[in-house]
């Protein structure tokens, strides 16, 4: 398969605790998104990586989330200090910088997040 | 005022009809348009991008109104297998801004 992999998929934790997801994008894509998805909402954009720096965060991305892409492959989102506000499906997107026309953000299956 | 919207519906609608969506947008600096569709508990996978000649793919048509800032998508003889989320996208240079989605359920 030889599409945006997310890892894990599910994961379930008590508040508090530390959580890091990956996100493997498609190989030669070198941009790559984190988006976060609550019931009944399409994806709110968190952060965007252009090979391995991160060109934007989004102001929902508070002080305990970080995200790296030090090689410029696979991502990791972090979550420090889990609240239950942080139950969510975080989707991780890739694409390649277009040259000229559109750019299509290709989205892995998500990592789904439960704060208990 | 929200930066794209959709009517959340749902739309429900017996299989061989015509159902059409609208998403209105308000930058009118945005560059890109796309429909995404999002079954229950997967990720958004591209259905069409949307040019401002209009376009259409088997069934499914979708058209840009710049001056307007709306984008429709247009299902003809639906199917059973159409009924999930549409997600309306607005894209500036890279970044993709989501409707909430529109819910299609088709019924036999």
């Known amino acids: 398969d030889t599409g945006v992999s997310q890892n894990p998929r599910h994961k379930i934790t008590k508040r508090g605790q530390n959580v890091t997801f990956r996100c493997d994008p498609i190989?030669?894509?070198?941009?790559l998104y984190w988006y976060r998805q609550t019931l009944g909402q399409g994806p709110e954009f968190l952060t965007y990586?252009?090979?391995?720096?991160?060109?934007?965060k989004s102001r929902l991305l508070s002080d305990r989330f970080s995200a790296e892409r030090p090689k410029g492959s696979f991502s990791t989102l972090e979550i420090q200090r889990t609240e239950q506000g942080d139950s969510a499906m975080y989707l991780c997107a890739s694409s390649l910088s277009p040259i000229g026309g559109q750019e299509t953000q290709y989205f892995g299956p998500g990592t789904r997040l439960l704060v208990l | 005022r929200k930066e794209v919207e959709q009517d959340p519906g749902p739309f429900n609608v017996p299989e061989g009809a015509t159902v059409a969506f609208n998403c209105t947008y308000s930058n009118s600096a945005s560059q890109s348009f796309f429909w995404y569709r999002q079954d229950c508990r997967k990720e958004p996978k591209l259905l069409m991008s949307v040019y401002s000649s209009g376009n259409e793919d088997g069934r499914f048509t979708a058209q840009l109104n710049r001056a307007s800032q709306y984008i429709s998508l247009l299902i003809r003889d639906s199917k059973l297998s159409d009924s999930a989320t549409y997600l309306c996208v607005v894209a500036g240079t890279y970044k993709y801004i989501f409707g909430t989605g529109t819910r299609l359920k088709v019924l036999a």
């Open positions: 990586f252009q090979n391995e720096a991160q060109l934007e």
């Open positions: 190989s030669e894509h070198n941009r």
